[in-house]
């Protein structure tokens, strides 16, 4: 444990039991049962407490006797733990001699503390009640979430672990690095800086408003009252979706082209191609994702500066890992000259950092989409680090 780690955010009464997966998946790189580890109390970095948390994970790949060949994988807003697999986010990095290699690595990637795929989230029960929590959930941060995750790699039996995520999950690698340093063998944030910029939060904000305009919201209490605020969670994803794309990529898949499917809303007017585009992901968000969970989430990413509580420099001082920054060319949500002015910052400080960057103009979600350059970036600096690691 940090010596700068809370006492509270130590494992206690932890417990693990495997869940059937809710579809079997036979083409799956390896088998990865859905599983769940009861972590016990938590108090959080913001006041309040969680009686009790749970986090869903997965794993590929199997630690070795030392513990030291881990690479936590950490998820973006809206993802889950299927970071591999038929239908993973990640599943072209994550196999048996890929970039992740699963012969060479044991791989976890959790579902975040605050979601709604099997982990503690507003949409839990409250133990205290038995009714879900709704807006009696606390704030939570990504602090928080680490340090969820960190009881459960030490449940796990992990020593040291390579850090990597995207967007949100880029906070949480950077996070572990500052904060968790002691079980940090190497942090590779992606799309990511210390901070969401004004112009960030104000999106996000716009996406919570429309979810709470929802008259189906119900101030949270819509599960409670059998109704669902699909329509405002909708436009809340439409918004993200924007911010995900870049200029370049809106213009290339959409241009001005007229409407190629039936529009899920009333139209008014013509109707373009990039309208149905945002129609189809709102419906589908509706689907999957608790509106809750988007609003607690979005506020915790908002929330998130590498530099609380003692200032930037201080905390990027406890970094002891090799960094890798990854940037992206044509994302604006979190500009690579921003990113550069990170790595500018830690190399001042003397610490391991490299940066590297996608050429892509598809924007933020070039990360889940440049599978060609992510191999050539990720796969040497991840390799280096696991070749130091004795074999499962």
């Known amino acids: 444990m940090a010596d700068n780690a809370p006492t509270s955010h130590r494992p206690r009464r932890g417990r693990l039991h495997v869940v059937a997966p809710a579809r079997p998946d036979p083409l799956a790189v390896e088998e990865a049962p859905l599983q769940t580890a009861d972590l016990g109390r938590m108090d959080l970095e913001l006041g309040g407490q969680l009686e009790q948390v749970t986090l869903a994970y997965r794993t590929w790949g199997r630690l070795n006797r030392t513990g030291d060949n881990a690479v936590l994988v950490v998820h973006a807003l809206t993802g889950d733990s299927q970071a591999a697999g038929e239908g993973g986010w990640w599943t072209p990095l994550i196999g048996p001699g890929r970039v992740l290699d699963t012969e060479r690595a044991f791989i ?15 949409a839990s029960p409250d133990p205290l ?11 939570i941060t990504i602090g928080d979430i680490v340090a969820a995750q960190r009881r459960l790699v030490d449940l796990l039996g992990i020593t040291r672990l390579v850090a990597i995520g995207g967007s949100i999950g880029g906070f949480q690698a950077l996070e572990w690095a500052t904060r968790h340093p002691d ?9 990511a800086t210390g901070a969401l910029d004004p112009q960030g939060i104000a999106l996000n904000e716009i996406g919570r408003r429309a979810i709470m305009a929802d008259p189906d919201w119900r101030g949270g209490a819509y599960d409670a009252e059998g109704v669902f605020p699909e329509q405002g969670l909708a436009i809340a994803r439409m918004v993200g979706m924007v911010t995900y794309h870049s200029k370049e990529s809106m213009a290339m898949r959409f241009g001005r082209e007229p409407a190629t499917r039936p529009g899920l809303y009333p139209s008014f007017g013509s109707t373009f191609d990039v309208e149905g585009y945002l129609h189809y992901h709102g419906a589908a968000i509706a689907r999957r994702f608790d509106a809750n969970s988007y609003l607690y989430l979005t506020r915790a990413m908002d929330l998130y500066d590498v530099g609380r509580d003692g200032g930037e420099e201080r905390w990027l001082s406890e970094i002891r890992a090799p960094v890798l920054l990854l940037g992206i060319r044509s994302d604006w949500l979190f500009p690579p000259g921003d990113i550069r002015g990170l790595r500018d910052r830690l190399a001042a400080l003397g610490k391991d950092v490299t940066y590297a960057e996608l050429d892509s103009p598809h924007g933020h979600d070039a990360f889940l989409k440049e599978w060609d350059q ?6 040497s600096f991840v390799g280096e680090v696991l070749a130091g690691t004795e074999r499962p």
Do not use: D
Request: charged residues 10%; aromatic residues 4%.
């Open 108 to 122: 976890v990637c959790a579902n975040v503390l605050g979601g709604c795929q099997g982990s503690t989230g507003p």
């Open 129 to 139: 009640t038995g009714r879900g929590y709704g807006m009696r959930f606390p704030l």
């Open 183 to 191: 079980l940090v063998a190497a942090a590779v944030p992606v799309a």
């Open 374 to 379: 992510l191999r050539e970036v990720i796969g």
